[in-house]
């Protein structure tokens, strides 16, 4: 389950740190990007975590007052999974 939240470049640290730093959270997948790396016109930083919904339920805990999800989730999935595909595109051409 994949799960994107919006925090502010001031809580970026720590909240990244409490997710990290959780037993059963940490299991999962945690990705942080730039709102502008994206071109999508936030403040901030989105905060991608993929784990099992029990896990996405203390992840939400563990950044209330932080951090909340967002509700464009699947522009930014859909624009980080693009960026992803050229990049891995490119890779390949550059083996040929």
Request: charged share 30%.
């Amino acid at each position: 389950m994949r799960v994107v939240y919006i925090v502010s470049a001031d809580n970026k640290a720590k909240a990244e740190d409490l997710l990290k730093k959780d037993e059963i959270v940490n299991r999962g997948s945690i990705t942080v990007r730039s709102a502008i790396s994206l071109d999508i016109e936030e403040d901030g930083y989105f905060v991608v975590y993929d784990g099992s919904s029990e896990a996405v339920k203390l992840a939400d805990q563990l950044l209330t007052g932080l951090a909340h999800r967002y509700k464009k989730a699947d522009d930014v999935l859909r624009k980080m999974d693009a960026q992803e595909d050229a990049a891995i595109e490119g890779f390949g051409n550059i083996l040929g």
